[in-house]
């Protein structure tokens, strides 16, 4: 089974700066990545898949990348609405697909 | 709209069972799979199964040893979940997703508590 490291567990960002999440897996999983949002009381939502795609309806601010082992998810110019935790997943050795155990991004 | 209503609140002892329901709608059951995914307080997403309600197929993570089972009833574009001996450390909140590799779908999620 791959494991997924998230880091940091929490980074604390000012309103309008930038922030950026990192996702490690212990092997490589190609591009074969996602990306979720999670709010308080929510289910995920998907922001990214395939690396660096965004899905359907997800702000342009959002952006992916990294491929093997090492991935980023970078969020330009924070909103309010952005506060939540943020979660990778590799579906390239399935099953099972794996998760991260998440980044919390909190207003600093 | 495609959207996937889950089953209520569930409270179990350990030893027992619990199925939690997924029912489909806005689109065809069958036509892409729904993997069951589990998130326990304060942790990260946990994938356990997925099934195909096209053909039945199913897949299953080995970390639950045998004590999951999927089903489906197409007849009411419905996808069930089945826990079997039920431990303190399954109590979690359960989501159907839609998909078999990433999930831009899920369900509204049914919480199981499982407590002597």
């Known amino acids: 089974e791959i494991v997924m490291t998230q880091s940091p567990a929490t980074l604390s960002v000012s309103p309008g700066e930038r922030a950026t999440l990192s996702c490690r897996a212990s092997?490589?999983?190609?591009?074969?990545l996602a990306w979720y949002q999670q709010k308080p009381g929510q289910a995920p939502r998907l922001l990214i898949y395939g690396a660096f795609t965004r899905a359907p309806g997800v702000p342009a601010r959002f952006s992916g990348g990294g491929s093997g082992t090492e991935f980023t998810l970078t969020i330009g110019s924070l909103q309010s609405e952005d506060f939540a935790i943020y979660y990778c997943q590799q579906y390239n050795n399935w099953p099972p697909s794996t998760f991260g155990q998440g980044t919390k991004l909190e207003i600093k | 709209q495609v959207q996937l209503l889950q089953s209520g609140p569930e409270m179990k002892k350990p030893g027992a069972s619990v199925k939690v329901s997924c029912k489909a709608s806005g689109y065809t059951i069958t036509s892409f799979g729904i993997t069951w995914v589990r998130q326990a307080p304060g942790q990260g997403p946990e994938w356990m199964a997925w099934?195909?309600?096209?053909?039945?197929?199913?897949n299953y993570s080995q970390n639950f040893q045998g004590r999951v089972t999927v089903t489906t009833d197409t007849s009411t574009s419905t996808v069930f979940l089945e826990l079997r001996n039920l431990r303190s450390d399954d109590t979690a909140i359960y989501y159907c997703?839609?998909?078999?590799?990433?999930?831009?779908?899920w369900g509204t999620g049914s919480t199981v508590t499982v407590s002597s």
């Open positions: 997703a839609g998909g078999i590799r990433y999930f831009e779908v």
């Open positions: 099934i195909s309600p096209y053909n039945g197929n199913t």
């Open positions: 092997q490589s999983v190609s591009r074969n």
